[in-house]
Nanobody, 125 residues
């Protein structure tokens, strides 16, 4: 299984980024997929998760205070999940990781079996 995250970069305050995570070795609509982020010297924290396809659409969950600016989506045809980040702030500076799991509490790092390598997002004021 490989999760390839990309799309990071250096952006100015108020800008936007779209981070894709391309999966191989698993089908994204059969797994709970998530994004986490980790700032230097801090713990990895939950950003968003989309549950596996239950046949009636999939629920998306967001970390505290992130729902207004973060949007997670899934493209089954491309076997890819995305994280759209709008109105970027310096506090959003972190390495962003995508992850997958077959089940469990989606907000916990320990739930996830597979992790991508991360993509760096740096926001300047």
């Amino acid at each position: 299984v490989q999760l390839q995250a990309s799309g990071g970069g250096s952006v100015q305050f108020g800008g936007s980024l779209r981070l894709p995570c391309v999966a191989s070795g698993l089908t994204v609509n059969a797994y709970n997929m998530a994004w986490f982020r980790q700032a230097p010297g801090k713990e990895r924290t939950f950003v968003a998760a989309v549950l596996r396809d239950g046949g009636h659409g999939s629920n998306v969950y967001y970390g505290d205070s992130l729902k207004d600016r973060f949007t997670m989506s899934r493209d089954n045809a491309k076997n890819t999940v995305y994280l759209q980040i709008d109105s970027l702030k310096p506090d959003d500076t972190a390495t962003y990781y995508c992850a997958s799991t077959t089940g469990g509490w989606v907000r916990l790092v320990s739930t996830y079996e597979y992790w991508g390598q991360g993509t760096q997002v740096t926001v300047s004021s």
